[in-house]
Every structure is written in C-alpha cells, then in structure tokens.
C-alpha cells in the first residue's frame, strides 16, 4: 500500500486549528497500512507545514467503551444536557458550534479522566487520548464535519462522563452526559447540577438546551423522548426548528427569544439569562429522575420501570404547548417552510445593503 501526499494539503494542515487525525482502513493488512501511513506521515513533516510530531497507531476496531453494554441491556443510569446552536435559516446552510462549547465538553470528560486517559471513539474506530489533546480532537472533528465522535473518561462500566459530537448535519449538536449504574441517586442529582452550571455558561450562544434523566445512555446524534412516543413530531423536524418549538417537556430547558414569542412571554418559573435566552425548570429533579426499562417478552417497555412523576410532565407540557409540535398538528412543514423563505429574504436584503454602500465601507450587520 502506498500513501501519495499532495503539496496542496501544507497550506491545510498549517490553517489547522488542532490535531490532524488520518484514518486508513485496511481490514485486509493492518500492517501494511501502518507502514504506507508512516511513510505520509514523514512525507508531511518534509512539506514543512507546521507539524511538530506524528504518531501512528493502528487500532482494532472496538475497545473498552465500544465493549461496554450500550444497547437494551445496557449502560443505565444517564444524565444528559444536549446543546443545539440557531438552526440555519436558509437551505443548505450549516449551523456552526462555537469553540466554547468544545472547550466545555473537553473539561467535562477531563476532569473525569483516570490515568490520565480519555476514550475517543471515531464510529467503531477507539483510541486513548491524553487530557490535553481531547479539545484539539474535537475541533478537528468539527472541521471535518464528522459525523459521530464520543470521548468517554471515568470508571468505565460503572461510573462515566462522556462526551458526543454530532457534525455531519445542517443542525450539528454536542452532549455532555454523565452516570452510570452504579451512580446513585444523589449523584445523578449532582451530574443533573453541573450540566446546569455548563448550560448556563454557554446560554448566550445557544439556539436551545435541554437535560434529561435517561434510563440509558443514548449514543446518537438525536435525542430520545416521550412525547415522540405518544404523536410528537420526529427529531429531525423539531432540530431544524428547535430555536421555536422544543423536543418535549424536560426538568431543565433554555429557551431562545423565537420560544419565548411563541409562548407569548417568559412562562411560569422561567429566569431570563444573558443573551435574551430563558432558563425554565420543572419540578423538582428527583421528580424526573428514571429507573431502567423493564424487559418484556418481545424488547422493552418504555413506560414500565419509570419513577418519573407524570403530573410534573404533564405540568411542563401545558406551559410549553405553543413550543411543542403533534404529528396531528396541520402545517407543520410549512413552518419549516416559512423559516426558509425568511431567511432568503434577509440575505436578499442584507446583499442589497452590501451593494448600495460605497466602495470600501462597511453595514451595520458587518461591524456592528
């Protein structure tokens, strides 16, 4: 196997803002693929683009975290804060995550790392990160719009942090979540704390947040729900509007200024935040707090095993019923399609401003 370098790709690696990371799959001759990636790897230092060292590894597919029960019979006991940035207004546009964000899920798995050694999980692909390297790891995992990477630190097992970033979509999202079995009550409880204080860290940049109490983790680009269940709309509907309408009731949301006017004003036990953003709560966390399924003849029942107060959902739903979408509900689409259709209308007018400024001057939008 032979690995042709291109002079074009310096001029890449040196703009980088972290770690270049080459992935070669070669079932057939591991090694071989080893050797020709070694041989790129030299060839790339010669091309004098800015690389201090390069290290080659050749991973099996699988691993400790890859290993651990993450299906039915899996890994319990979740706390989850997903973090969504504004949705793209126009087609085909891509919705950006900030590097605060990154840096925050880095220090979330960090600080939980043992042996000074986190997890990093590129689809099926694992390797060991040092602490330091896992915020240049997501960023270069960003830049490539990757579409699934998990970095996982902690008692694998038992007690666990992970980290998830979700690239490869026009709305990316990234999910810190923390537990496990043997994390008890009260530290769910705390987990439930500290995605809070990170939420609200990141408020001003947010196009939506919410953190859940899961009975398992959920390794995936999307959120798993009730209402969705019960003729809510699917995910990849609400995720291009989730800067208007939410997921489903949750013990902790923020909410973005296009939630607040479709509610007509910040709801009850709502606290406004920076940014025009609104943090809104619900109960009590261990009012929400969610044992794991019950095994039935035929999978799983999602609703047998809950400890979960129904009435403090139902609470949630009723003051967040402007914001939440039903499969019933008519001209649903045509929001999507109206949001569209908005945000041509903004760069039509924002192009029109650029072209009638004089020559050398700047629009209010671009310095302001």
Known sequence: MTIRVDRS???????????????????????AAAAAL??????????????????VVAPAQGGAVTSMPWSNDGLERAVSLRLYPPPPMRWREFATIPDQWLAEAADWVNRAAEDDT???????????????????????????????????????????RMA???????????????????????????VF??????????APSLGYAMISFDDRFSVGSRPTYELWKLGGEPPELIENLCDEYVFDAFPYQILSPGHIQQLGGVPAGGRELGGGRVEFAIGDPRQW???PRQPMVFGYDPFVGHRRDPEVVEKGRRLLA????????EGRLELLKARRARGDAMAREKAKKANQAPAGATTQEENP
């Open 9 to 31: 790709v310096a001029g890449r690696i040196r703009n980088s803002p972290g770690d270049i990371i080459l992935v070669v799959r070669d079932a057939s001759d591991p090694g």
């Open 38 to 55: 070694q041989s790129a790897a030299a060839d790339i230092a010669n091309l004098d683009a800015g690389v201090e060292h390069a290290t």
């Open 118 to 160: 986190v997890h990093a999980r590129v689809v099926a692909t694992e390797f060991p990160l040092q602490p330091e390297h896992t915020e240049a790891f997501l960023r270069q995992a960003r830049n490539a719009r990757s579409s699934s990477v998990e970095l996982v630190s902690g008692e694998l097992g038992e007690r666990i």
């Open 164 to 190: 998830g970033g979700y690239f490869f979509s026009f709305e990316p999202n990234v999910s810190l979540s923390g537990g496990g079995p043997a994390a008890s009550d009260d530290e769910r409880v705390e």
């Open 193 to 202: 704390e500290a995605l809070v204080a990170v939420a609200r860290r990141l």
């Open 289 to 291: 707090l969610l044992e």
């Open 322 to 329: 402007p914001c939440l979408l039903r499969s019933g509900d």
